[in-house]
Structures are given as structure tokens and as C-alpha cells.
């Protein structure tokens, strides 16, 4: 069973960073594309960064401010999160993609005020 639990979310002020985990259970980080997705109130749930074999990838909005690493071992991953901005608050969901299949954690909120 894949269990996707994601950790560090909260407040913080506009200009500020945070650091978000996704601790993976059932299978291996290292074998598929994991990454974050975030869902802001009233709006879509939208790609962020995913990391895979060809490397990270970013939504622009956070291209230079976010980095996405994934740990082999700890099977992990994490998100750093810096020069936060009123419009990165959301809920942020880890993924696990297999076969086709989305995996999804529960999701932390970022609070990001200004």
C-alpha cells in the first residue's frame, strides 16, 4: 500500500522560506516521478515542481525560489521554499506517479501573509 505524508507546512510572513517533506511508504521514490501539487482557496489544484529521471521541473511562478530534492535512502521528498509570497498560500500536496496512477498525500497548508 502507498502512503504519501507530507509535513512542514505553516505561517509564515511574505519574504520568508519553508521547508515541506513527503515521507513515501509501499514503494520506492527512486523509481518514480514524485513531486508537489498545491491547491490555493477557491482555485485548481496546479502543478509546482516534480522531480524524475530527466531532472526537477518547476512552475514558473516558482522557478529560482523553490527546490525540489528527493532522498534515495530516506525515501523522501522535500521541498525548500524561499522568498515566500502571499500567493504561494495553499494547501500543498505531495504525488507519487505510477504506471499512470497518482498517488496523493493528505496535504499541509502554507500560510504566506504579507
Known amino acids: 500500500q502507498v502512503q504519501l505524508v507530507e509535513s512542514g507546512g505553516g505561517l509564515v510572513q511574505a519574504g520568508g522560506s519553508l521547508r515541506l517533506s513527503c515521507a513515501v511508504s509501499g514503494r520506492a521514490v527512486s523509481d518514480y516521478t514524485i513531486g508537489w501539487f498545491r491547491q490555493a482557496p477557491g482555485k485548481e489544484r496546479e502543478f509546482v515542481a516534480t522531480?524524475?529521471?530527466?531532472?526537477?521541473k518547476y512552475v514558473d511562478s516558482v522557478k529560482g525560489r523553490f527546490t525540489i530534492f528527493r532522498n534515495n535512502v530516506q525515501n523522501t521528498v522535500t521541498l525548500q521554499m524561499s522568498s515566500l509570497k502571499p500567493e504561494d498560500t495553499a494547501v500543498y500536496y505531495c504525488?507519487?506517479?505510477?504506471?499512470?496512477?497518482?498517488?496523493w498525500g493528505k496535504g499541509t497548508l502554507v500560510t504566506v501573509s504579507s
Open positions: 504525488n507519487l506517479k505510477i504506471l499512470g496512477n497518482d498517488y
Open positions: 522531480s524524475s529521471w530527466n531532472g526537477p
